[in-house]
């Protein structure tokens, strides 16, 4: 069992920056490849970015690369959301997910989630 608990979202303006924390309990962090999805109202979730085990590889949507930066710390247990260059359309719930197989951009090969950090950007 992974108890997983996102922070650092708030209110920002646009071309702000913020960077979201997800830290999960337990002694086996290393062995999840770990996701940031994000959900905005009357959307459906979507991907984000992932990371390996090892933090390695990451993998990131089309709508993050070139200004979000995935990362992890095996050590704390934690894994890092970097995002710079925020749009309103950034706007939304952010979660953090861990997989036991690979990483993946789909919901349905993570197997635990946080509850979620509020990221509002104004225009």
């Known amino acids: 069992q992974v108890q997983l608990v996102e922070s650092g979202g708030g209110l920002v303006q646009a071309g702000g920056s913020l960077r979201l924390s997800c830290a999960a309990s337990?002694?086996?962090?290393?062995?999840?490849?770990m996701g940031w999805f994000r959900q905005a109202p009357g959307k459906e979730r979507e991907f984000v970015a992932a990371?390996?085990?090892?933090?390695?590889?990451?993998y990131y949507a089309d709508s993050g690369k070139g200004r979000f930066t995935i990362s992890r710390d095996n050590a704390k247990n934690t894994v890092y959301l970097q995002m710079n260059s925020l749009k309103p359309e950034d706007t939304a719930v952010y979660y953090c997910?861990?997989?036991?197989?690979?990483?993946?951009?789909?919901?349905?090969?993570?197997?635990?989630w946080g509850q979620g950090t509020q990221v509002t950007v104004s225009s």
């Open positions: 337990g002694r086996t962090f290393s062995s999840y490849a």
């Open positions: 990371i390996s085990r090892s933090g390695g590889s990451t």
């Open positions: 997910a861990a997989s036991r197989g690979y990483m993946s951009g789909n919901t349905f090969t993570y197997d635990y």
